[in-house]
């Protein structure tokens, strides 16, 4: 029995000699060779990207791996990695959901030349000029004096038609000018999109005031006024610079022609098409919080 005891523990003591000579496995700490091992440059991950710095500080800049070492050095010439800049977003990304009034008119003079047609007068086209001067009380809200000159009219081949129709009896009242005092109004603002790459500001406005006109009379005595007269007139305007605006507007202005009993109507009502280019002093403007 001891021999047989002996035997077995001279098999196994070397068994168990080795087990306490090898070292166990420690997994709480990684590979030698992972450890060691460096992340290349150009496999590394960039930084994210701050939107609120200039594009040229969004990156640090590329760097080389030196000579010696393999320490990265600065490269001659590098610039800073940026996977897109701000010249990739699109337009409706760049503008902002609340922004600040782009153009201000509060406490500034504006000047309009203006180019009218009738537009309500079959027989008679009526042409002329105009020109506002203007002062902004208000962003919104302003006082104009407008005055008008209009030429001799110009007879269409309506005429004729229209007076066999009537039995020649055809209103033919002539405005020569007139001089109004009027309110602007513009409750609307807004600003648009331009071919993509730029946005125009606008606005609508209403206008509206007295003033008078002088005009010959439908029938004689031709009483060349001048006759109390009222005007009603809304349009739109384009602000493409911090100084110019662009006009488009229609203006109705109505005055009393000469009472004769045979002639049902007597207020005349000249209905004119405007366009016009809005001139603004001082050219710039400051942008004044509320």
């Excluded at 602007?184 to 209403?206: E, N």
């Excluded at 493409?240 to 009993?261: F, G, N, R």
């Excluded at 002639?263 to 710039?284: D, R, Y």
């Amino acid at each position: 029995m001891k021999i047989h005891l002996a035997i077995a523990w001279l098999l196994i003591h070397p068994v168990l000699a080795w087990a306490q000579e090898t070292p166990g496995l420690d997994l709480s700490q990684p590979p030698k060779d992972e450890k060691e091992k460096k992340p290349s440059v150009q496999g590394e991950e960039l930084p994210p990207m701050d939107l609120s710095k200039p594009e040229g500080e969004q990156a640090p800049a590329e760097k080389k791996p030196g000579k010696e070492g393999g320490q990265p050095e600065q490269g001659k010439g590098a610039q800073a990695v940026v996977p897109f800049s701000d010249k990739d977003v699109a337009l409706g990304d760049r503008v902002k959901a609340v922004q600040r009034k782009g153009f201000l008119k509060r406490g500034r003079f504006e000047i309009t030349p203006m180019l009218a047609l009738s537009v309500n007068d079959a027989y008679y086209q009526k042409f002329g000029g105009a020109v506002r001067l203007a002062y902004n009380l208000q962003d919104s809200f302003a006082l104009a004096l407008r005055g008008a000159y209009y030429g001799d009219p110009y007879r269409t081949d309506n005429v004729r038609e229209g007076k066999v129709a009537f039995q020649s009896q055809l209103l033919s009242s002539q405005p020569y000018g007139q001089v109004m005092l009027d309110g602007v109004w513009s409750p609307i603002y807004g600003k648009a999109a331009f071919l993509q790459s730029s946005i125009v500001h606008f606005d609508l406005f209403l206008t509206g005031g007295l003033g008078v006109v002088w005009s010959a009379t439908s029938f004689a005595p031709r009483n060349e006024g001048p006759h109390l007269a009222t005007d009603l007139g809304g349009g739109i305007r384009f602000y493409p610079k911090e100084w110019l605006a662009l006009e488009l507007s229609l203006m109705a202005t109505l005055y009393p022609d000469q009472p004769v009993l045979s002639v049902p109507g007597t207020i005349q009502s000249v209905l004119t098409a405007n366009v016009g280019f809005s001139f603004f002093f001082p050219f710039h403007f400051e942008y004044v919080y509320p």
